[in-house]
T-cell receptor, first 113, second 115 residues
Framework: DGGITQSPKYLFRKEGQNVTLSCEQN?????MYWYRQDPGQGLRLIYY???????QKGDIAEGYSVSREKKESFPLTVTSAQKNPTAFYLC????????????FGSGTRLTVV | AQSVTQLGSHVSVSEGALVLLRCNYS??????LFWYVQYPNQGLQLLLK??????LVKGINGFEAEFKKSETSFHLTKPSAHMSDAAEYFC?????????????FGKGMKLTVNP
C-alpha cells in the first residue's frame, strides 16, 4: 500500500542535541511538507519542498533544517538552536498538479528533556 | 495571506445529536478548502474538500460541509453524532504563492461525544 512513513513514533533527546526525524513516501508525490503541532495552536508549517534539491522555509523554520536529495525522502533535523523542540511533528505530501489535499504520515512525538 | 478561523477549541455533543463545527476563511482568491480529522497520536485524515465545484460537499463518515462565499464560511456538519466521531477537527485553506502551494490550518476543534 502507498503511504507516508514517519519514524520513529516516539523520540526522546537530551537538550542541546540535534535529532533527525525521518519521512519517506512511496506515493510518487512531488511536494513534501513538515508541520509542527502544539496543543491549541493547530499545525504550523516548518519547511516544504516542491522538487528534489529545492526547499523553502515555512512560518517557523528557525532552529530546523531539511534536505531533499531523493523524491521519496524529506528528513527534518531539529537543531539545538530550536528553543522549544518538544512537539508532535507531521510530514505530508501531495502531487504537484493536484488540489486533492495532502496525505499525512502518522507523526513523530519528540520530547526533549 | 489566506487564513482560517475556528472559533473555540472544544465542542461537546450527545450521541445522536447534530454536529456543527464552524470555519471561516479569509482569501483574496477563490479558495480550496479542506476539513481534516485527527485521532489521538495519529496523523490527519482528509474528511472532505471544496475545489470550486458543488458548494455542498459530502465526505467520509457521514460528514458534509457547505461553502458559502457570502459568509466566507465552510462549516462542517453531521446529522447524528457517533461515539467514534470523538476526535480533533481541522479546517484548512490552500494558499498558492510564487509557484508554490501550502495548506494553512485553523487551530482545531476537539469534539467530545457524550453517551
Amino acid at each position: 500500500d502507498g503511504g507516508i512513513t514517519q519514524s520513529p513514533k516516539y523520540l526522546f533527546r537530551k537538550e542541546g542535541q540535534n535529532v533527525t526525524l525521518s519521512c519517506e513516501q512511496n506515493l510518487n508525490h512531488d511536494a513534501m511538507y513538515w508541520y509542527r503541532q502544539d496543543p491549541g495552536q493547530g499545525l504550523r508549517l516548518i519547511y516544504y519542498s516542491q522538487i528534489v534539491n529545492d526547499f523553502q522555509k515555512g512560518d517557523i523554520a528557525e532552529g530546523y533544517s531539511v534536505s531533499r536529495e531523493k523524491k521519496e525522502s524529506f528528513p527534518l533535523t531539529v537543531t539545538s538552536a530550536q528553543k522549544n523542540p518538544t512537539a508532535f511533528y507531521l510530514c505530508a505530501s501531495r502531487p504537484i498538479d493536484s488540489n486533492y489535499g495532502y496525505t499525512f504520515g502518522s507523526g513523530t512525538r519528540l520530547t526533549v528533556v | 495571506a489566506q487564513s482560517v478561523t475556528q472559533l473555540g477549541s472544544h465542542v461537546s455533543v450527545s450521541e445522536g445529536a447534530l454536529v456543527l463545527l464552524r470555519c471561516n476563511y479569509s482569501s483574496s482568491v477563490p479558495p480550496y478548502l479542506f476539513w481534516y480529522v485527527q485521532y489521538p497520536n495519529q496523523g490527519l485524515q482528509l474528511l472532505l474538500k471544496y475545489t470550486s465545484a458543488a458548494t455542498l460537499v459530502k465526505g467520509i463518515n457521514g460528514f458534509e460541509a457547505e461553502f458559502k462565499k457570502s459568509e466566507t464560511s465552510f462549516h462542517l456538519t453531521k446529522p447524528s453524532a457517533h461515539m467514534s466521531d470523538a476526535a480533533e477537527y481541522f479546517c484548512a485553506v490552500s494558499e498558492a504563492k510564487g509557484g508554490s502551494e501550502k495548506l494553512v490550518f485553523g487551530k482545531g476543534m476537539k469534539l467530545t461525544v457524550n453517551p
